[in-house]
């Protein structure tokens, strides 16, 4: 979204108190809450989609029309489309991606990213993973992108294991 892309270029400057003043980030912040008010159609990553949300320092965002989940500003995990007809979960694996790969529904993530150990998992597959095994993918995608303020939060509070899991 172009208005996203404007705020986020310089969160200070003269420009982005224009853009506050102008009524276009109220515009840009209703849009994004109504985008964020829908759930993911299949149940898989809608689970995903919820548990991503619990994790300290997590936001939700919708760069390209996708929905992923950033913490520290770095995304944690694409989860596509909402209106996708082949839903698709990606996250970067450095531990288990080699286990992930070889299922049939996993794939290394195009753009490069694969080779960073990015690995994306298309739901609805035969041989899609179960949940628990999902989100504990999503946990290790969570530690390899969050900094060492987020991941202390997390380590901190026993209470977090228990949100995570909806």
């Known amino acids: 979204m ?9 969160p200070r400057s003269a420009n982005n108190r224009e853009l ?18 829908t759930e ?10 919820r548990s991503a949300a619990a994790y300290p320092g997590a936001l939700e ?9 950033k913490v520290g500003g770095r995304v944690f995990v694409f ?7 082949d839903p698709s979960i990606t996250l970067k694996l450095p531990e288990s991606g080699h286990y992930a790969l070889s299922l049939e529904c996993c794939t290394p993530t195009g753009y ?4 960073a150990g990015w690995v994306t998992i298309q739901v609805g ?15 290790e995608s969570y530690r390899s992108r969050a900094g060492s303020r987020h991941l202390a939060m997390l380590d901190a509070d026993p209470s977090q294991a228990q949100q995570k899991r909806p």
Do not use: I, Y
């Open 125 to 139: 597959r035969p041989s899609t993973p179960e949940r628990d095994l999902l989100l504990e993918w999503l946990d």
């Open 79 to 85: 989860l596509g489309s909402d209106t996708a007809d």
């Open 20 to 37: 506050r003043h102008s009524g276009l980030e109220s515009l840009r912040r209703t849009l994004l809450r109504s985008q964020a008010m």
């Open 61 to 69: 965002a919708f760069p390209w029309g996708e929905r992923v989940a």
């Open 112 to 115: 490069g990213l694969g080779k």
């Open 40 to 49: 993911p159609a299949h149940p898989l990553v809608a689970a995903v989609a």
């Open 2 to 10: 172009f208005v996203d892309r404007m705020r986020g270029c310089c």
